[in-house]
């Protein structure tokens, strides 16, 4: 298997092979040029997001037109501040700026939080999860690897729901979420993808964006209200509007903006209120799901019947957590040998500790069809495995060469930098999850596993240095 | 299913996964349906337990009522900004969830040789139990 390693890389890393010392050298200053930082899950996260401040921020990976919809805002507000609110201050009362002033706060940071809050997106199942679906579903009579679309049925109040499976988060999604294919995530309660915002909309953020439009209805309406007002007490006395535009042609530009986005804020914000009311989502009132409009008793069977309540269920329910855990650290292994390439591999699950070496679940079941003794969550990761447990039968240490050499070679055909990574850090994820797996028991049983995988670990790490410093040098 | 067929003593694990029970909507519950790799494990009606309590303590930490409106009502007067500072009912609820699994882990899961992960750290989808099995002294599988 190290010589297997070797074979593959060596033709495009270097003119000439190298022998085996020369390689432990260079291993030792990559491993002292790469700082072990421990890496965090937002690192790592599949979906389409970018991350701020460390993971603390999350947005869309398009933002839409949120920096003009900013900019909207803090043009017209800025205009408002400076041109009307002086005159007015003047000749009507200071209340207005103080008013103006807490209505741009409130749409300012809900806008801000709106954005930049977790929607309530899903982490993916973990591959042990993926597997344990499919087998079931296997079980029922479908041989083929490849899973059918596929629904399962659920009396929910009873009120049949469709719970549909998720061929990319590799689960059934829960009632009411929905994928998002713009930030390629499952929502929970998924409302809809505003381009505005440069966000989903859905649980985790929902109250904050209708608290947006709903203050910022008023912000707009109060604007083109105090400009209508300023223009027509400088119009007086028969000076007329001309004049009074030339002199303050601040206002001009506020009257235009708010006038062609008042009735759309306002009608959105009276659409909202009609969903909060009645506990629906954008999402199912476009699809129809509950309107029975096929003709059969259907009613929404998340509504609690009472406007009252579905508003507060909506707006003033607990906060619920963020699912996805982008702070938290990566196991300290991963952090240091993975690399870009791993936001190629669709299967990880940023919330797994267990994290596994994966090439799609396909790759899982072929390899696990072809060596059934092995696991099928590891299956390049089997030689490790067979060093870092040295009591292992000699009959498995067969299977996995022939099967690791054709993972290599599969990766050999690709391109070569993004690819001879891939047989270095899946080998060391997959001994990483052996070693979790091991660790996992440690403070519940004595295990004398646990002396054998450290004493392995380095030498696989070193050999899986190897092949990644082999890359750059050429 | 991870199984590793080795020789002597290793430690070697499966999982199971308890999915959610939606017949009550979208808060969070689990099936309390006993599956069968546990049979040899534990006591249907421990489990059970396990799974109610759980289940409770998530409602708990969903529930409606007056205290959850009061504070969401006053967070929206502060444009949420509340949130930023102050830990919400729900994750003070998590915490203690967290603790009830540590504590029903040392006392009776890991003596039967099980583990059970806490729901949030596989997003709130499964509760997953690993059975592990002593392959030492030809026992197991």
């Known amino acids: 298997m190290k010589n297997c390693e070797y074979q593959q890389i060596d033709p495009q890393a270097l003119p000439t092979p190298t022998p085996t010392p020369q390689p432990h050298h260079g291993n030792d200053t990559e491993k002292k040029k790469e700082p072990r930082r421990p890496r965090r899950k937002w690192e790592v996260f599949p979906g389409k ?11 869309a990976r398009q933002s839409g037109v949120l920096p003009l ?17 002086p005159f007015l201050v003047k000749h009507l009362t200071s209340c207005i700026p103080v008013i103006g002033g807490v209505l741009f706060v409130f749409v300012l940071i809900t806008l801000l939080q709106t954005s930049f809050t977790d929607p309530g997106i899903l982490p993916r199942a973990t591959p042990d999860e993926a597997a344990d679906i499919e087998k079931q579903i296997d079980n029922t009579g479908n041989t083929s690897y490849r899973p059918p679309p596929r629904t399962k049925e659920v009396l929910i109040n009873q009120q049949v729901v469709k719970l549909k499976y998720c061929f990319t988060c590799k689960m059934f999604r829960p009632p009411r979420t929905s994928h998002c294919s713009l930030c390629d995530n499952c929502v929970e309660r998924f409302d809809h993808h505003c381009p505005w915002v440069g966000n989903c909309v859905g649980k985790r953020n929902y109250r904050f964006f209708y608290t947006f439009i709903v203050s910022l209805s008023f912000l707009t309406a ?7 007002t300023h223009l027509a007490l400088r119009a007086q006395g028969g000076k007329g509007l001309v004049f009074a535009l030339q002199e303050s042609p ?3 530009v506020e009257l235009v903006i708010c006038f062609f986005s008042v009735w759309s804020i306002l009608g959105l914000s009276g659409f909202h209120t009609y969903l909060v009311a009645s506990n629906l989502t954008t999402n199912e009132d476009i699809k129809g799901s509950w309107s029975g409009k096929s003709g059969e008793d259907v009613t929404n069977p998340y509504s609690h019947k009472n406007i009252f309540i579905n508003c507060c269920s909506v707006l003033c329910a607990p906060m619920p957590p963020s699912l996805i855990d982008r702070r938290g650290f990566l196991p300290a292994d ?9 936001i190629e591999l669709p299967t990880l699950a940023a919330k797994s500790e267990i994290n596994v070496c994966t090439q799609g679940t396909k790759g899982l079941l072929e390899s696990a069809a072809l060596s059934p003794l092995l696991s099928t969550s590891c299956p390049q990761g089997k030689p490790q495995n067979a060093h870092s447990c040295p009591e292992t039968s000699p009959a498995l240490n067969s299977d996995p060469t022939s099967e690791f050499s054709k993972g290599c070679r599969g990766n050999h ?3 070569s930098h993004g690819d001879t990574s891939r047989p270095r850090h899946t080998k060391a994820r997959s001994k990483k999850c052996r070693r979790e797996a091991l660790h996992i028991p440690n403070p519940a049983f004595d295990v004398p596993v646990s002396p ?11 050999r899986s240095h190897k092949g990644g410093s082999l890359t750059p040098l050429h | 299913i991870n199984t590793y067929r080795t ?15 939606y017949s009550s909507g979208t808060i969070c519950k689990f099936q309390t349906k006993f599956p069968s790799e546990l049979e040899s494990r534990i006591d249907e009606q421990q489990f059970e337990e396990t799974i109610q309590t759980l289940n409770n303590l998530y409602a708990e930490a969903e529930k409606l009522g007056g205290k959850s409106y009061l504070e969401g009502c006053l967070a929206s007067l502060t444009a949420y900004t509340i949130f930023l500072c102050m830990e919400t009912h729900y994750e003070k609820v998590l915490k203690k969830i967290a603790r009830y699994i540590k504590d029903q882990n040392e006392k009776i899961y890991a003596p039967r040789g099980l583990l059970l992960t806490d729901p949030i750290e596989r997003g709130l989808r499964v509760v997953e139990i690993t059975i592990f099995e002593d392959r030492s002294i030809g026992s197991g599988r």
């Not at chain 1, 919809?69 to 609110?85: E, H, K, M, P, Y």
């Not at chain 1, 450290?454 to 030498?459: L, S």
């Open chain 1, 250 to 252: 601040g206002s001009a």
């Open chain 1, 69 to 85: 919809t900013l900019g909207l805002i803090l043009v017209t507000s800025g205009l408002f501040f400076i041109f009307d609110c």
């Open chain 1, 334 to 342: 991963e952090s240091a040998q993975t690399g870009s390439a791993d």
């Open chain 1, 222 to 228: 109060f604007i083109f209200g105090c400009v209508t």
């Open chain 2, 7 to 21: 020789s002597s003593n290793q430690l070697c694990s499966s999982k199971v996964f308890i999915q959610r029970h």
């Open chain 1, 413 to 415: 055909t690709s391109s």
């Open chain 1, 452 to 462: 054998t995988s450290p004493d392995a670990a380095p030498d696989s790490k070193a």
């Open chain 1, 49 to 59: 997001n970018r991350f701020y401040c460390d993971g603390r921020i999350i947005v």
